[in-house]
């Protein structure tokens, strides 16, 4: 069968990528990788948790596999996530006293856990930048900053240092990274008007304040029947016209519309209409392109998705290929549609 990335050779600056877990660089998974995805993001391992569970106790191991697979194949790599409210180590939010910051009402308090906060943030941002250095080429550096209701998600990154956190998130990224490392905002749900707008509204904050952004991480976790393509086209375009880049980071699109359906099999019908829809999808990508410079998918293989676990237990197909490794009409939609009922 060809190969995904050489199909869509020339269309995204940074390629055609795949999320995926250090297990996978083995075997069939590792030959899937190198065959169809010329780049590759850490679906856990570059996480704050994985990379520093205790307070100054740096642990790359994992990472580095993927940093040393990514070099030895000639793929890329992107950097997932700086600062994130989840997966994200306790110690992080605690006093010197042990004592949870969120919540302390004594405002000399409040100042030096912000500080106190910050500091864990620099080192953080630091010592990971500096250690991947130019073998990652893009960050995101804040993921999921935005509420699922209206303006910023009150995290307890939000409720201790206010915006500044993203702020000096993006400063620090800078600061050490490499220079021409690019710096995302990541997010989900941006093709929802409303939230995009949020976004668009902070971002626009952001870069007239000097903060050094240089583009939007949409997730793009999508379902069979919505977002429409339109939603996900304006969404596109508004930071476009920004003059920021897009990355579609984490794609995926599950067979469901709802939150409580389930299959035991998923019908051949939907894999079909996922498939149209893929091959819809990354048609208008490529009509993007001018404002879109890679897109990556949240795994390689049905075999392994969270949204086997997201938002019910139930069975997912939300990937190129099967739970065998084997093409799907999502795979023939993008690559070759005639091969298409
Ligand atoms: O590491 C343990 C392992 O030791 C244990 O055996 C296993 C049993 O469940 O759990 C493992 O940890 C799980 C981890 O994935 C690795 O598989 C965690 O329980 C599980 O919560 C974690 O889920 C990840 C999730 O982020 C957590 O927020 C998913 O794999 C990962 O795909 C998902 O990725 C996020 C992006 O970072 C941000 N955008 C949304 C996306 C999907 O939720």
Redesign the pocket.
Known sequence: IPSLHEALAGQFKYGIGA?L?PFELEGQHGELLKKHFNTVVA??VM?PDYLQKQEGIFTFERADAIVEFAKANGMSVRG??LV?H??TPDWFFKDPEGKEMVGETDPVKRQANKELLLKRMETHIKTVVEHFGTDVYAY?VV??VISDSSGLRSSKWYQICGVDYIKEAFRYARKYAPEGTLLYI?D?NTHSPRKAQDLYNLVKELLADGVPVDGVGH?T?IRIDSPSLKQITDSIEMFGKLGLDNQI??LDVSVYSNDTDKYETVPEELLLQQGYRYGELMQEFIRLKPYISSVIF??MADDN???K??PIARLDLPLLFDEQLQSKPAFWAIVDPSRLP
Do not use: I, P, V
């Open positions: 999320a877990e679906g856990n996480k997932h996530t994130w989840s997966q995101d993921n999921e990541n989900y997730q976790h980071t984490e949240w795994g998705t969270w949204l676990n997201f």
